[in-house]
C-alpha cells in the first residue's frame, strides 16, 4: 500500500509535493518555535527580546506565531487541490483495478501524508537554521557595557530561545500533528469527491456558504466589554479577541466570495468580470479559502497600525513598542508573499480544472489579456472586499480600546489602510503574473481536442 | 490571392514528428457549405483550425478575404476569429460556470456591448434554434444536443462570415444529430454565412453543397461536386 501510495505521489509531480512539503515544513518549524516558548522559564538564562523574555508579553507572541500557521495551512489547501483532475482519474483507474473505495480513501490520505511527513521531518532542520539566525544570547556571550547590545533593534533579532529546547517527545508530537494537519487538511479538500471505477464525480454542494464566520467576530467584538468590565484588560482578552476575529474573517472569506459573485454576475457588462463572478458563485470555497489569508493579514495590519496611532497619541517614545511593530510588520510581510503564493496556486487549480473551456474561450477570440483579466477580477471581487474589511475591522476594534486618537495617529491609521489595500492589488497582480504560463498552455489549441 | 472567401494554399503542419498536413490546398466561396471528410487522424480538424485562424501552419498560406493571415498580428487574428468567424466544436466547448444565455452573450460582451442589448440578442438566437428552455441552465444541467445549440447560438450571435463547425454532431444520437445540424445550416443559410464543416459522417456531409475528402493529410484529387 506504502510503495503505492509513494508511487501516487510521484505522479502528481514534484513541484507539487515540493509545495505540500515546504508548507508542513513552516508549520512544523512554527509549532516548534511554540513549545519552545512555552518551555521557557520566566527568568531565562539568555538574553533575548523582551518580546519573549518578558512571561507578560510571552503569551501574545506564542499566540502570533501560533496564528502565523494559518497562511501555510491555506496555501496547503490550495497546494493539495492542485491537479485534483488527473489525482482523480488515477484513483478512478485503481478503483477499476479492484481497489475497494476504503483503500482508495487510504491511499488518497498516503499519498498526502507521504509529503507531509517528509515536510514535517525538513521542518525540524529549519527550526535549527531558524535559531542559529535568530537565537538569543548566553549571558556569558554579552558584554552589557556594548552600545550594539544596547541597540533595541540588534536585539530585536534575538527572538529564539537557545537555552532550551523542544524534547524528542514534543518534536515527535509537533512532527506527528503536522503531518495529521496535511492529511486532515487534504481529505478537507477532497471531500464530496466519489471515486468510481468508470470515474469521479462530486457532491456539488448546493447550498451556498453560510455566514457563520459573523458569529466569531460578534463574539470577539462581546470580549471588549466583557474584559473592561472585569477591570483592567487582561493579555488573554486581547488573545481572544485576535483569534476570533481572525477566525472569524477566514470563516466569512467563503461566503464573501460567493456573495461578491452573485452582486458581480448581476451587475457587470464585461466578459471577463462576468466569467470571474460566475466562477466565484459556482465554488466560493476554493477561492475564498484562497484570499482569507489576505483578510486576516489587513486584519492584523490595522490593529497595528491602531497602535501606532494610539502610541503617537500618549507621545510614547520607547522604540519597544515602534520595533515591535516593525517586526509585526515584517511577518506580515512574509505572511503576505505566502498569501500570494495561495492565490497563485488557486490560479493554476482553476486553469488546470477549465482548461478545455479556456482554450476554447481563446479559439472564439477571447485574449489572453482578457482571460488573465479574469484570473485577477476571481482574487479581486474576493480580496479586496476582506481586505478592506478586515484593515478597517482591525483598525476600529484597536482605536476604540485604546481611546487615543490625535491627527497625526489619524494619518498613520489612513496610510495604513491605503498601504494594506495597494500592497494587496499588488499581490493579486503578482499572482496572476506568476500563473502566466498556465494560462498560455490552458489556452492552447491542443486542449480543444483532449478527451 | 483568390476569389474565395476562406482559402488555404499548400498547408503545411506538422505535431511532433507526425505530419498532419502535407501542402493540403481548399478554397471555400462565399455563402458556400463545406464539408470536409476524411478517416480519423486524416489531419481535418488541423486543416479547419487553421483556416480559422486558430493554428499557426509551418508552411503555406492561409487567405480570408483578401488578406494573408501570416500578416496578421496574434491581436489582430484573435480579432478577427471574434468579429468574423463562428466556431463549434464537438463538446466542452461552453464555459461550464455560465448559463446558457450568458455563454451566448459572451462573445458580444468582449465586443463591449451594452449588457441589456446582449442579453436580448442571446434569448433571440436561443429561440430561433429551439433552445430557449436552457437560456438560465448550466452546461451541466443540458443534455448534448441542448448544449450544440447554444453552441452554434454563440457560433451566429456576433453575425459571423464563416462558420467553422468540428463535428458538431459527433458526440449526439442520430436524432439530436440531425437536429443540431439541420438548425445549423438553415440558419446559416438564412443569414448567408460560409460554412466549413468537418465530419466522419456520411449523412452529414451530404447535407453539405460540397464534399471534399481528406487522407493522410492531403485533400483527394478529385473533390466530388454537388
Known amino acids: ?451 | 490571392m483568390s476569389a474565395a472567401i476562406v482559402e488555404a494554399q499548400a498547408v503545411r503542419k506538422a505535431f511532433g514528428r507526425t505530419e498532419a498536413l502535407r501542402g493540403t490546398s481548399l478554397a471555400v466561396d462565399e455563402g458556400e457549405v463545406v464539408a470536409v471528410t476524411g478517416p480519423s487522424g486524416s489531419g481535418k480538424s488541423t486543416l479547419l483550425l487553421c483556416m480559422a485562424g486558430v493554428l499557426r501552419p509551418e508552411a503555406g498560406e492561409i487567405w480570408y478575404d483578401g488578406r494573408k493571415f501570416h500578416d496578421l498580428s496574434e491581436g489582430d487574428r484573435t480579432r478577427l476569429r471574434r468579429r468574423e468567424f463562428g466556431l463549434v466544436l464537438q463538446f466542452g466547448q461552453l464555459v461550464p460556470e455560465l448559463t446558457g444565455a450568458q455563454n451566448v452573450a459572451l462573445p458580444l460582451l468582449l465586443e463591449k456591448h451594452d449588457r441589456g442589448a446582449a442579453n436580448t440578442l442571446a434569448h433571440g438566437w436561443l429561440e430561433r434554434l429551439g433552445a430557449l428552455g436552457v437560456a438560465d441552465a448550466l452546461p451541466g444541467e443540458m443534455s448534448g444536443g441542448e448544449a450544440q445549440r447554444v453552441a452554434i447560438a454563440r457560433a451566429l450571435v456576433t453575425g459571423p462570415r464563416v462558420i467553422f463547425a468540428d463535428e458538431p454532431t459527433g458526440a449526439l444520437d442520430t436524432v439530436s444529430g440531425e437536429r443540431v445540424l439541420g438548425a445549423l445550416l438553415s440558419t446559416a443559410r438564412a443569414t448567408g454565412a460560409t460554412v466549413v464543416l468537418v465530419t466522419h459522417d456520411n449523412r452529414v456531409a451530404a447535407s453539405a453543397d460540397r464534399e471534399v475528402v481528406i487522407r493522410d493529410g492531403a485533400v483527394e484529387p478529385a473533390p466530388v461536386p454537388r
Open chain 1, 1 to 451: 500500500m506504502i510503495r503505492l501510495a509513494v508511487t501516487l505521489t510521484r505522479a502528481g509531480g514534484w513541484p507539487r509535493m515540493l509545495l505540500l512539503g515546504s508548507c508542513t515544513a513552516v508549520v512544523c518549524a512554527l509549532l516548534l518555535v511554540v513549545v519552545t516558548f512555552a518551555r521557557l522559564p520566566d527568568s531565562p538564562d539568555e538574553v533575548l527580546f523582551e518580546l519573549v523574555a518578558d512571561p507578560g508579553t510571552r503569551g501574545g507572541t506564542t499566540f502570533a506565531t501560533a496564528l502565523l500557521t494559518v497562511p501555510p495551512l491555506l496555501l496547503l489547501y490550495q497546494a493539495i487541490r492542485l491537479g485534483t483532475a488527473a489525482r482523480d482519474r488515477r484513483l478512478a483507474a485503481l478503483r477499476l483495478a479492484g481497489a475497494t473505495p476504503n483503500e482508495v480513501r487510504r491511499l488518497g490520505a498516503l499519498e498526502v501524508g507521504i509529503p507531509a511527513l517528509a515536510g514535517s521531518l525538513a521542518g525540524i532542520a529549519l527550526f535549527w537554521i531558524l535559531r542559529q539566525v535568530l537565537g538569543g544570547n548566553t549571558m556569558h556571550d554579552v558584554d552589557f557595557r556594548s552600545d550594539v547590545y544596547a541597540s533595541t533593534l540588534t536585539l530585536s533579532l534575538n527572538l529564539l530561545p537557545t537555552s532550551v529546547s523542544p524534547q524528542w517527545w514534543d518534536a515527535s508530537l509537533v512532527v506527528i500533528a503536522t503531518t495529521l494537519a496535511g492529511v486532515f487538511v487534504g481529505a478537507r479538500a477532497s471531500r464530496g469527491v466519489i471515486v468510481t471505477p468508470l470515474g469521479v464525480s462530486r457532491r456539488q454542494s448546493s447550498a451556498p456558504p453560510r455566514p457563520w464566520g459573523v458569529l466569531l467576530l460578534v463574539a470577539a467584538a462581546l470580549v471588549v466589554p466583557l474584559a473592561l468590565a472585569v477591570g483592567a484588560f487582561p493579555a488573554a482578552a486581547g488573545i481572544a479577541i485576535v483569534g476570533l476575529a481572525v477566525l472569524g474573517v477566514v470563516g466569512l472569506a467563503p461566503w464573501a466570495a460567493y456573495r461578491a459573485g452573485r452582486y458581480a454576475e448581476s451587475r457587470t457588462a464585461s466578459a471577463a468580470v462576468l466569467l470571474a463572478a460566475r466562477r466565484l458563485v459556482a465554488d466560493p470555497r476554493p477561492a475564498g479559502r484562497a484570499a482569507a489569508a489576505v483578510g486576516a493579514i489587513a486584519l492584523v495590519s490595522g490593529g497595528g497600525a491602531a497602535i501606532a496611532a494610539d502610541l503617537l497619541a500618549v507621545e510614547n517614545d520607547d522604540p519597544f513598542y515602534y520595533v515591535s511593530l516593525a517586526l509585526v510588520a515584517g511577518a506580515l510581510l512574509v505572511a503576505l508573499l505566502v498569501a500570494v503564493g495561495t492565490l497563485a496556486v488557486h490560479s493554476v487549480e482553476s486553469l488546470l480544472d477549465r482548461k478545455r473551456s479556456v482554450a476554447s474561450l481563446a479559439a472564439l477570440g477571447m485574449p489572453l489579456d482578457e482571460l488573465e483579466s479574469a484570473q485577477r477580477w476571481e482574487a479581486r471581487l474576493v480580496a479586496m472586499p476582506i481586505a478592506t474589511a478586515g484593515v478597517l475591522l482591525g483598525a476600529a476594534t484597536i482605536a476604540v480600546l485604546g481611546g487615543n486618537l490625535s491627527p497625526v495617529g489619524l494619518l498613520v491609521l489612513v496610510a495604513d489602510v491605503v498601504l494594506t489595500l495597494g500592497l494587496v492589488r499588488l499581490a493579486i497582480i503578482a499572482a496572476v503574473r506568476i500563473t502566466r504560463p498556465w494560462a498560455v498552455r490552458a489556452a492552447s489549441v491542443a486542449n480543444l481536442r483532449t478527451e
